[in-house]
């Protein structure tokens, strides 16, 4: 089972900052099969970016995805308040088919 | 507009099943597929299994194959999920979700209910 590791657990940045976040896949895995969700507390996880760097209707430019094989990234440039939450990365295996997810890494505000 | 609204917090005892209920609108229920994942306390998201909303097939994950049963109710536009043989190791916020795509299980989730909690005291 492929494990994803994310990095670091928590990241303080103040807003207008940008944020550099992680996620690293225990083996090579498919660039189409790579997402990132973001969660606020009491909500659910909202999808930002599928297809490893393909942003979800409705998010803003200021978020983008990149990587491919074992290592990916989260960038979020000029960090708005409300960006302040905790980030997942997920991926999907097709056989046997099964979706995983990362174990977070929280956004707080410096 | 895609809305799943899910059934409100569970308090069960150990040994008992819970079913949850995740009710759609917004869209052809029969065309897409639902998902269920839950979020334990400091613990990663896990996916739990699908349910086709229109033939009614289903798959699930092995953790939770044998204790798992996802269903739905076309008529009502409503899916649920049932675990049975909860421990405390169960309590966890329950989500449907589902991809954008008609008639696939997807790679990603899109929509997602809003959760329900379910406790199990230990």
């Known amino acids: 089972e492929i494990v994803l590791t994310q990095s670091p657990g928590t990241l303080s940045l103040s807003p207008g900052e940008r944020a550099t976040l992680s996620c690293r896949a225990s083996?090579?895995?498919?660039?189409?099969?790579l997402a990132w969700y973001q969660q606020k507390p009491g909500q659910a996880p909202r999808l930002l970016i599928y297809g490893a760097s393909s942003r979800a209707t409705g998010i803003p430019d200021r978020f983008s995805g990149s990587g491919s094989g074992t290592d990916f990234t989260l960038t979020i440039r000029r960090l708005d308040p409300e960006d302040f939450a905790v980030y997942f990365c997920?991926?999907?295996?097709?056989?046997?088919?099964?979706?995983?997810f990362g174990q977070g890494t929280k956004l707080e505000i410096k | 507009q895609v809305h799943l609204v899910q059934s409100g917090a569970e308090v069960k005892n150990p040994g008992a099943s819970v079913k949850v209920s995740c009710k759609a609108s917004?869209?052809?229920?029969?065309?897409?597929?639902v998902h269920w994942v839950r979020q334990a306390p400091g613990q990663r998201l896990e996916w739990m299994g699908w349910i086709n909303g229109g033939n009614g097939n289903t798959k699930y994950s092995q953790k939770f194959q044998g204790r798992v049963t996802i269903t739905r109710d076309t008529s009502a536009r409503t899916g649920y999920m049932e675990l049975s043989s909860l421990t405390s190791e169960d309590t966890a916020v329950y989500y449907c979700?589902?991809?954008?795509?008609?008639?696939?299980?997807?790679?990603?989730?899109?929509?997602w209910g809003q959760g329900t909690l379910v406790t199990v005291p230990s």
């Open positions: 917004g869209f052809n229920f029969r065309s897409y597929v």
């Open positions: 997920q991926q999907y295996d097709s056989s046997p088919q099964r979706y995983t």
């Open positions: 979700a589902m991809p954008s795509g008609t008639g696939i299980t997807g790679t990603e989730f899109d929509y």
């Open positions: 083996q090579t895995i498919s660039s189409s099969y």
